[in-house]
């Protein structure tokens, strides 16, 4: 009787360990209440709806060239987070078409061939658009302009 015992309270002692050694390696007893409350993670932020207005048809410009009267065509597309600033563009298509007709025929031809004279076109235009939109509903409310063709000949 006595080794019924031993060996009974021998296999207790051994489904114990075994139970706790497994818990403890696949870390089923979770940690203590003050741990967890110290590691807040931060959900990232949803990043803004970005809304487009592509100004349809697109610009053909002449231009003087250093030596020739020169042609340019361009697609521009405005983008915006706010919403309500799309049929501003739409209802006030003349006069937003006849302000970046002006700009366009200002620029130099050998300055579009670059990198930089194109990021300058586009921060002109976007200030232009800008001024359009603020003179009907509110200022900087633009928040980039591409250029989605470009050719010059």
């Known amino acids: 009787m006595n080794k019924m015992i031993l060996i009974g309270g ?5 489904s114990a360990i075994n139970i706790g050694g497994t818990a403890f390696l696949t ?4 940690p203590p209440p003050m741990a967890a409350a110290t590691t807040v993670v931060e959900a990232e932020p949803l990043p803004e709806e970005v809304f487009y207005h592509n100004v349809q048809p697109e610009f053909v410009v002449n231009f003087q060239g250093k030596t020739k009267l020169k042609f340019l065509m361009i697609e ?4 915006t987070h706010d919403k309500e600033v799309l049929p501003i563009l739409e209802d006030h ?6 302000t970046l007709l002006l700009l366009l025929a200002e620029q130099d031809s050998e300055a579009l061939t670059t990198a930089e004279g194109k990021q300058a076109l586009r921060d002109q235009a976007l200030a232009k658009i800008d001024e359009v939109v603020s003179a009907h509903y509110r200022s900087e409310r633009i928040k980039d302009v591409y250029i989605t063709r470009l050719v010059m000949q």
């Open 27 to 30: 870390k089923a007893i979770a």
């Open 10 to 14: 021998g296999a207790l002692l051994f």
């Open 93 to 98: 298509d003349p006069e937003l078409r006849n």
């Open 76 to 79: 521009m597309v405005i983008a």
